[in-house]
């Protein structure tokens, strides 16, 4: 696939998809790095003297004009980012876009609206993806995040416009390609996470891959009960105790190791002040929940993470937004940071666990993408990848 270094940009209007679907609170972006991650590729832009045309979704406005969706925040904090004006519109298309577009002198930045305010942009509209295409010469798309999505402004201008991706966009595909390709071996796979339902692609495709598959979270007590263990209130999905069990032997006949916890933690409530004890699995008291991996665990799992030359971590080991269920999660994001293996940490929920023990930039890639990188890890293809062409 072309990436934007193939293409001549000098003069171009340059329609730029990125993933600016940041977390805020009160109006403030609590987290920036979908914006900072996008530098690379506008910087490259710019200095190339392209005219920067960006558009993203952010948030679920479903298709109408949300006050608190705008884009606008973001464009300031773009703006300090890049140390140059950025240019926000309130609209993604239409005649006054266009006369903005217009303007534009190379190098200078636009901001288009949020563009799930268009009902056409969810449902791939190609009368929507047409008028974002008009906007411009060349379409980038640089949004990771959003490359599962097939939407209007990521799989639907690409088939319209000469169509390439960004420098994010290439770095994602690389480095989480090159792991399910070619990885490095001994390759970890960690999988945690609340639903088992939401794991089952992850885990069979990784499990082809990998030669550890380690498990924890919420997903750990279906499996347990599948084993004929007793697991009290703990999350349970009745529905998957077969495709758990087939998890177990797949495992068995591939010759991987497959890693599930021996010890864990069980609370009597949902809370930080909850009573809390640590038992074996089979001492799950049947009033009580599993909420975290126990002390034998970690220092198990630890150890295969120490001892990999690759690891891939998706999902975490307990409930890490309470304190005193924290520690599993911890212990795994530390065994990451230190490890000499590769690391790559798929975006969303652990990716918030290494923010919040502050081993962030101890990781070698945390993925932009939460779930585009877990359908990527799936196996699956990504439309807005997929659609990118070489016109
Ligand atoms: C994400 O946050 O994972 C992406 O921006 C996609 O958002 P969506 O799930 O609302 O499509």
């Known amino acids: 696939k072309k990436s934007v270094r193939d293409i001549e940009l000098n003069g171009k209007r340059v329609f730029v998809r990125v993933d600016f679907n ?21 910087n490259y832009l710019i200095e190339k003297g392209a005219k920067v045309i960006l558009a993203s979704h952010f948030g679920r406005p ?13 464009g ?16 993604s298309v239409g005649e006054a876009v266009k006369a903005k577009v217009a303007e534009l002198q190379n190098g200078d930045v636009l901001l288009l609206e949020n563009v799930r305010f268009y009902a056409g942009e969810e449902k791939n509209d190609p009368e929507l993806a047409k008028q974002f295409a008009e906007l411009a010469d060349v379409f980038v798309n640089d949004a990771f995040g959003a490359a599962h999505r097939a939407h209007a402004s990521t799989e639907g201008i690409a ?36 639903k088992v339902k939401d794991k089952i692609d992850v885990i069979d495709n990784l ?31 009745e529905s998957k105790l077969d495709v758990a069990l087939g998890f177990i032997e797949k495992a068995k006949k591939l010759g991987k190791n497959f890693y599930l916890p021996v010890d864990i933690v069980v609370s009597d409530d949902f809370s930080a002040t909850a009573n809390t004890n640590i038992v074996d699995i089979d001492g799950i008291p049947s009033d009580w929940e599993g909420v975290d991996i126990g002390p034998k665990t970690r220092k ?30 911890r212990e795994v994001a530390e065994a990451c940071a230190t490890t000499e293996a590769y690391t790559i940490i798929g975006g969303g929920d652990s990716a918030a666990a290494a923010e919040k023990f502050h081993l962030a930039d101890k990781m070698d890639h945390i993925s932009t993408g939460g779930g585009a990188s877990l359908e990527f890890m799936e196996g699956k293809a990504l439309p807005g990848v997929v659609a990118l062409n070489d016109k």
Do not use: C
Not at 22 to 42: A, F, M, N
Not at 62 to 73: I, Y
């Open 22 to 42: 940041v977390p805020v609170e009160d109006g403030k972006i609590t987290d920036d790095k979908r914006i900072r991650e996008t530098l690379p590729t506008i």
């Open 62 to 74: 479903k298709g109408q004009v949300v006050e608190s969706m705008r884009l606008t925040p973001v």
């Open 76 to 91: 300031v904090r773009l703006s300090e980012l890049l140390k140059k004006p950025v240019v926000k519109v309130d609209e």
């Open 159 to 194: 088939h319209l416009l000469p169509a390439v991706s960004g420098l994010l966009m290439e770095k994602e595909l690389s480095v989480i390609g090159k792991a399910l390709s070619n990885p490095d071996r001994p390759f970890t796979a960690i999988i945690g996470g609340s």
């Open 207 to 237: 499990l082809n891959i990998a030669d550890n598959v380690i498990i924890g979270g919420g997903l750990a007590y279906t499996f347990f009960k599948a084993q004929g263990h007793e697991v009290g209130q703990s999350l349970l999905d």
């Open 300 to 329: 198990i799992y630890a150890d295969v993470i120490k001892n990999s030359k690759l690891v891939v971590w998706n999902g975490p080991m307990g409930v890490f937004e309470i304190e005193p269920f924290a520690g599993g999660t």
